[in-house]
């Protein structure tokens, strides 16, 4: 299998950096891509803002994530804060009662990564503790080996 990059572009938000949502000007990373709502959704690892690529246009909207520790929502060694990221690594689109959400999973390998984030068509957002979840997954070792660190979803 051969795969050839043709194209190389910048993810940048189209309303461009904001201090006071501690966003910067471009998507930082990612780890999750899936189709939602007639637009690619893009969840960071690092950063608790999902981006919202326009295919036709290359535009990226974004949906601001509740903020994190300190209030802020980016999260890497620079700052110190690495250990308090959610770390979202997956997502996937389910059913709901509008239509469909985005689900998204934190990777599970501490405490503070055990977390879902579900947003809905609608915009609405929903921060979900999932601990019983992740537990269940760390119980299988034959899915999780010697340590759990979710990087996929499929539904």
């Known amino acids: 299998m051969k795969a050839t990059v ?3 572009t910048p993810l940048r938000y189209a309303e461009g950096s904001d201090a006071s949502l501690d966003r910067p000007a471009h998507v930082r990373a990612g780890s999750g891509l ?11 690892d690092d950063a ?3 981006g919202l690529l326009e295919p036709a246009s290359g ?11 300190g209030g802020l929502r980016l999260f890497d060694e620079h ?3 690495k250990q308090f990221k959610l770390d979202l690594e997956a997502c996937t689109v389910v059913p709901w009662a509008d239509g469909e959400a985005l689900l998204a999973f934190g990777s599970g390998s501490t405490a503070r990564r055990e977390s879902l984030v579900l947003l809905q068509a609608s915009g609405h957002v929903r921060m979900i503790g999932a ?19 979710v990087e996929g979803a499929l539904y």
Do not use: K, M, W
């Open 6 to 8: 043709v194209r190389r």
């Open 34 to 44: 899936v189709r939602f709502g007639g637009q690619i959704a893009i969840i960071q």
């Open 48 to 50: 608790l803002f999902v």
């Open 59 to 69: 535009d990226i909207a974004h949906v601001t994530l509740p903020a994190g520790e």
């Open 79 to 81: 700052r110190g804060n």
């Open 131 to 149: 601990q019983g979840l992740y537990a269940a997954l760390r119980a299988e070792t034959v899915f999780s080996g010697s340590e759990l660190n």
